[in-house]
């Protein structure tokens, strides 16, 4: 087949209810107690082979210490560097691929999720990664088929760009080819959709990769991949590492043919990975491509005419669900005088409302934060805040490490809107509040701008125009995924192209034709058809 067929026209994977009585969540029950009942032995896998290499590491839910979900073989320099040398293999066979040809592998794993594959990468990302039903479904079913669905899409618009001017004799045309050497994807534990994206955005390109998840996304990684092969993805294209994230990266970095970093996750190792890469640049055939999204400060801000209980709503949802654990979720709020007081009643009352426990309940609002780490830093940052003078913690504040990792829903309230606690990225279902003068909106607006690093989500809420507009303009820079009236989180393939600048990454929007491009390298033809035989110039005649 020749490379000159278009993808189906992608829509948005509806996402299902699970409301009792459901075939859905009868089947999603079933698969579930299947799953909790296994312990799975997690290899590498390197050349579509599974690699056991003995030094292991263990997965436990994030909500159920007890709960050993799998055994991982953690891969060491030898298995990265076979890796390297599989994804150099498979290069040319796929790079020569047609276009279209490689698509329909990745829409046939869209199809796989969506349909017989559903349940299997929902529950594993529910018990690995803790997530409601809701959250995994709209994370590791619908954003990921999308993912997979809308790159196929935008791909195809991007190889029509083809130059406009052909004047007689000459054709004009564009190759849009892979880069040179392969590419690096390293993928958070938050977003199942995200750790299938970041290696697959490049792949349908025509580039191969070396992947390596977090170690605490690895049970639904290991059924990433499994379905990725199920769908007829070539030996070698994807080489998935586990275990220790610097060790991958240092040998990766080592070679010459190292030709792009994919990367989620924080802004610290973000920053390191790219001074090493900056470092060594002069020993590569190419410079590599860095395509990064960290993490955010995000802000909800509300102009005194907002609507309280909608304002409620977007703090609720937007702080707590998945934890707080959301690179988009809110953390920190600015809200009129006028407003506070009736909102900070409605606020704790639907706090203290909300269910928290094992993802197997589906009533739960929330369970636990991912690992121990996560929580030790929380408990400390709740520690602090009681005893911080400049701070009030308004509801929740607890921690109970009995049986899980969970960390109470907590609004702490700050009469310093400059305070570390409005600057710094916590990560879990933490929100601080500061109440501002109602006649300082224009002002509070260039705080919101001026406190924080990063700049990747943020919500004005208002029912005034010239707010909003106001908003707008003052918050330009500020996030890259700006919202009106609705919570900062919950972007959607194919709607709102995801990511945002200052610290919180290179802003390549994830889900567009715009990150799509940074894994290609255009070339330009020129195809003369009656080339010219003589030198001179008219203007060189007597």
């Known amino acids: 087949m020749s490379g000159i067929f278009k993808p189906p026209h992608p829509f948005n994977e509806p996402a299902y209810a699970y409301g009792p009585g459901s075939p859905e969540r009868d089947s999603l029950l079933e698969e579930l107690r299947s799953q909790e009942k296994q312990t799975v032995e997690i290899p590498n896998v390197i050349d579509g082979e599974e690699i056991l290499t003995g030094n292991t590491f263990e997965r436990h839910a994030p909500h159920r210490h007890d709960l050993h979900l799998a055994t991982v073989h953690a891969a060491g320099e030898d298995e990265v560097r076979a890796a390297i040398a599989a994804a150099k293999r498979a290069k040319p066979d796929w790079e020569a691929m047609a276009w279209d040809e490689r698509a329909a592998i990745f829409l046939r794993a869209a199809e796989l999720f969506s349909t017989m594959r559903r349940d299997l990468i929902n529950v594993s990302t529910m018990l690995g990664q803790s997530k409601t039903v809701q959250q995994a479904e ?11 669905r809308f790159n196929a899409h935008y791909y ?3 190889i029509a760009q083809q130059p406009e001017i052909n004047p007689p004799g000459v054709w004009n045309r564009l190759d849009y080819r892979p880069l040179e050497g392969f590419v690096l994807a390293l993928t958070p534990f938050n977003f199942t959709a995200i750790a299938g994206n970041l290696p697959t955005a490049p792949a349908i390109g025509g580039n191969t990769v070396v992947w390596k998840p977090s170690e605490k996304q690895v049970l639904s990684a290991h059924y990433l991949m499994q379905v990725f092969q199920e769908a007829g993805l070539p030996d070698g294209v994807i080489n998935l590492v586990h275990g220790d994230g610097a060790l991958a990266s240092r040998v990766c970095f080592d070679d010459p043919d190292f030709g792009g970093l994919h990367f989620t996750g924080n802004v610290d190792v973000f920053r390191s990975l790219w001074s ?3 470092s060594d640049v002069g020993r590569y055939r190419a410079f590599p491509r860095v395509v990064g999204e960290t993490g955010g400060k995000d802000f909800i801000v509300a102009h005194p005419s907002a609507d309280v209980d909608s304002l409620a709503t977007a703090i609720v949802r937007g702080a707590f669900e998945y934890q707080g654990q959301k690179c988009s979720a809110a953390s920190r709020a600015y809200i009129p005088s006028n407003l506070w007081p009736q909102l900070r009643e409605q606020v704790i009352e639907t706090t203290r409302s909300l269910a928290m426990g094992d993802v197997a309940d ?8 991912i690992d121990e780490v996560a929580f030790r830093k929380h408990e400390s940052w709740l520690g602090r805040a009681a005893d911080d003078a400049a701070l009030e913690v308004v509801v929740g ?6 049986t899980g990792w969970f960390i109470e829903p907590t609004v702490i309230e700050t009469a310093d809107p400059r305070h570390e606690i409005m600057e710094t990225e916590l990560f879990g279902p933490i929100i601080t509040v500061f109440e501002y003068d109602e006649d300082k909106f224009d002002e509070t607006l260039k705080v919101v701008d001026e406190t924080s690093p990063f700049a990747l989500t943020g919500a004005v809420f208002s029912q005034d125009r010239d707010a ?3 908003a707008a303009e003052i918050l330009r820079h500020a996030a890259g995924n700006f919202y009106v009236n609705d919570k900062p989180t919950g972007s959607v393939v194919g709607q709102q192209p995801f990511g945002g600048a200052r610290a919180s990454g290179t802003n390549d929007k994830a889900g567009s034709a715009v990150n799509l491009l940074r894994w290609l390298s255009v070339r330009s033809i020129k195809e003369t058809m009656s080339p010219p035989t003589d030198h001179t110039y008219p203007h060189m005649q007597t």
């Open 138 to 148: 709209i994370d590791a079913a619908c954003e990921l088929v999308d993912f997979l």
């Open 156 to 158: 195809s618009q991007v």
């Open 276 to 278: 090493a890469i900056g």
């Open 362 to 369: 589906l009533e739960n609002f929330m369970a636990a934060v």
């Open 397 to 402: 504040g607890g921690a109970d490490d009995s």
């Open 468 to 470: 909003v507009d106001r």
